[in-house]
């Protein structure tokens, strides 16, 4: 059974471009959620996705956005790129019928985005 | 809103010896806590989390924490640390709706 898988493993961009990063959640799982995690900080919270619709924000501006599909797989896109973009994104998924007590969120391998 | 603050950065410790890594929260109701480990190139694992009843958890890898509420504190503790241990350590406390707040995290480096 395949865990949360996140592609690409590294990513270069210049400031201003865009980029989109991928994540297929844990088989049996239906909500994802994103995180960032800065050099030397813990992950931040940047938003989660079930039934296809953002349903809760963290606070990043509206540069990052994100997409979930019919697959559950999801999609973070991040525009107009900064230097301080910088970062390792963390995707984690988890069943969302029953309670957090109960349903474990769990975390792919991230991707790591250089900003330059 | 809610913080997590982790007050060391780095720990060393000697293969063998005990280790305790300290966490703080703020969180007004009863909190959900968790401990993560990092290694390097990894994603997050969950080693336990505490949502109520025994204040002190088990957890994998033969990891233990204690919540103690009128500390604010779920510090995490094993009593002989190997090797494979190094690595960087996140306690987080879940808000509503799922949402993960972690602190700055603990790197651990083991001495043999």
């Known amino acids: 059974d395949a865990g949360v898988t996140q592609s690409p493993t590294h990513l270069i961009k210049t400031r201003g471009q865009q980029v989109t990063l991928r994540c297929s959640p844990k088989?049996?799982?239906?909500?994802v959620s994103w995180y960032q995690q800065a050099l030397g900080q813990g992950p931040q919270f940047i938003f989660q996705?079930?039934?296809?619709?953002?349903?809760q924000r963290g606070n990043f501006p509206d540069r990052f956005s994100g997409h979930q599909f019919p697959n559950y797989s999801s999609e973070l896109n991040v525009n107009a790129l900064l230097l301080g973009d910088s970062a390792l994104y963390l995707c984690a998924s988890r069943l969302r019928a029953g309670t957090p007590v109960i349903n474990e969120q769990f975390f792919g391998p991230g991707t790591r985005l250089t900003v330059l | 809103a809610q913080s997590v603050t982790q007050p060391d950065i780095h720990i060393t410790v000697s293969e063998g010896a005990s280790l305790e890594l300290r966490c703080n929260y703020s969180y007004g109701a009863t909190p959900y806590l968790f401990w993560y480990v990092q290694s390097p190139g990894q994603g997050l694992q969950l080693l336990l989390k505490?949502?109520?009843?025994?204040?002190l958890v088990q957890g994998i890898k033969g990891f233990e924490a204690e919540f103690k509420r009128s500390q604010s504190s779920f510090n995490l503790r094993k009593p002989s640390v190997h090797w494979s241990d190094a690595a960087e350590y996140f306690c987080a406390v879940m808000e509503y709706g799922n949402k993960l707040v972690f602190g700055a995290g603990t790197i651990l480096r083991v001495k043999s």
């Open positions: 996705y079930y039934e296809e619709e953002e349903r």
């Open positions: 505490y949502f109520s009843g025994d204040t």
């Open positions: 088989s049996g799982h239906d909500t």
